[in-house]
């Protein structure tokens, strides 16, 4: 069953959240942003839970301050939602074992999504000097049903929805040790026919045989030690044997070992003598082998799993990380992967990022959503409007839910508001409009799948994006950002060259999407104009673009800081490059030229430019104040 949306309260730094999931849902976000506690409400929430005894201890309960306490807390909820992907999914037996805890959700008069709703809740509770622990189901509009139900399904459902997580530090040892819930497992379920079996055992005790005969000294021992009946009252049969190996099969399979070659050797090792890497690669594997071999003997045929992991990359190098993302796809079940990792993210969908950010002592949650919705009564016109949309539209007349998959266009926001013009749901319309442009288009998809997420994936995991124009700027900007003492790594900054990476329209919208703080610094120039036309687009006001859009004096970088106190630097990089200076008619040095051979070249020469100034030992005070300020600025913002 499909996991659709967890709802959290008041779960450590989870004040409230509401997260949608995909099958293959990506946290990403700094240290301590709450990825980790989201992973453990769900597996403190679905796991094997007790209901006379509390999953939680009393650092789970969100608390403000140092002054408050767990017991004063508003209490922990939990909700989680399952809901089947299309109607009529789930069998006829998942209704039947589950019973009156499905309830329907309607997409029309004819059709409707089963869905599972269940809430956990948990509460210091005064006359009793202890935390209460709650489970019930919930309606599909979130009324609890009667309490009989929800407490005679509530293991039926676990049964059918098993939590397994993998937590960052992966011990070998214990994942393919007799004990362990999979390798054990599957050592267990293990079975010989009994004329095998019996084969098996014959020769085990020849080979044994064969092993005691080989030696003279096991010999005597033997000798010695059958006098042992001589003593004390045993059997009339031979007394006393040597086992030199496991006699019986269940005794040999409970200590086998998975043994692999080293490369460039026929040499085979156990797990635990190989690198760190491969050993975090077995065991996931391992948990895919139990997904497809047993998980469905190990609970019943309708169960489907959720895997919780923590940075399956752990120890690494990037190809096996991109590698490894496709075959966490494969793995036969929901996922919910926690990563560092811009490797593992590259060949993900944009569309299953959740970002994890913390707000003072709160986290919040940014996603990219693919479709907006609203309320409305049913018209006529609207109905003829959705249906000559296709599937960019639709409308639930049981609910009377609008929804829209795309941003709405101009045509299609005037048609709107024309059906709702003098009605109370005008104000609605254009919320929702509004909304709408949040939504990516497949186009923007696209360019950010190949210019962002393909090959700096990195910017996820920043705490803001400077925005520039081209190569140079990159160089430059890190240099001064060095030379300030606010180095942009050091910041959590990182910097994009959006004309060699697509549309800076497409960043910001991102940026807008996901909160990123960011800044830009443009060209004064009629690409300048078209940047500020695409940031409006997005949605920005004129006084927000005034505050983080940063305007050139000049046409381009270059000819800006030839006029702004970096001319000698540029005319011995001429010289250096043999080009002689050029002079104008008054015999002064001719800027706008000196320029141009410079932009020959611009990443060397942007490259030269720093050495020069490094060597020099630039002094910060140089620094043109529009630079100096628009660096300060994107620090400020990336780090409040």
Sequence with gaps: MFLKEIRIKNFRSLKQLVVPLSKNTILIGENNSGKTAFLDAIKLGLGKVNKRVSPFSEYDYFVNNENDTPQNSDGISLDFIFQELHPEQWNENILQVLGEIVQPTPLSYEEALNTIWLKIDSKYDESQCEYTFETKFLNSVGVPLEQGISNSKFNDF??????????????????????????????????????????????????????????????????????????????????????????????????????????????????????????????????????????????TNNTEAILTIEEPEAHLHPQASRSLSNKLRQIGCQKIISTHSPYLIQNMDLMDLRIFRKKGNETVVYFLKDSVSTIVPSKESLRSFVTSKGVKFSYNEITNILRANGPIQDSEEKALTGMYRNTEYLEEIKQFVASSQEIMTKDERNDLYTYVQRTRGELFFARGWMLAEGQTEYIILQYFSEVIGKPLDDCGISIIDYQNNGSPGAFVKLAKLLAFPWVLLSDDDEQGERTVAQIKKVGYEEEEISSLVSLLTHKDFETYLAYEGFQQEYEQIARENGYAIPMDALNMVDKDELVKIIQKDKVGNANRLVEILRENDFDSERMPILIKSFIERCVSISNE
């Design 158 to 299: 676990l049964q059918l929805t098993p939590v397994f997580y993998l937590q960052a530090l992966r011990d070998i040892q214990d994942a393919f040790s007799s004990n362990s819930p999979f390798w054990g497992k599957f050592l267990k379920k293990i079975n010989i026919p009994q004329d095998q079996l019996e084969d098996i055992q014959k020769r085990l005790s020849s080979i044994n045989e064969d092993l005691i005969k080989s030696d003279a000294n096991l010999k005597k021992m033997m000798t010695s030690l059958d006098s042992i009946h001589r003593v004390i009252s045993l059997s009339d049969k031979e007394v006393v044997s040597i086992n030199a190996l496991p006699m019986k099969t269940w005794e040999i399979l409970s200590k086998s070992q998975v043994v692999m070659k080293g490369k460039g050797n026929d040499v085979h090792f156990p797990l635990d003598r190989h690198g760190q890497g491969t050993q975090s690669l077995a065991t996931l594997f391992l948990f895919q082998a139990y997904i497809d071999v047993l998980l469905k003997t190990t609970f």
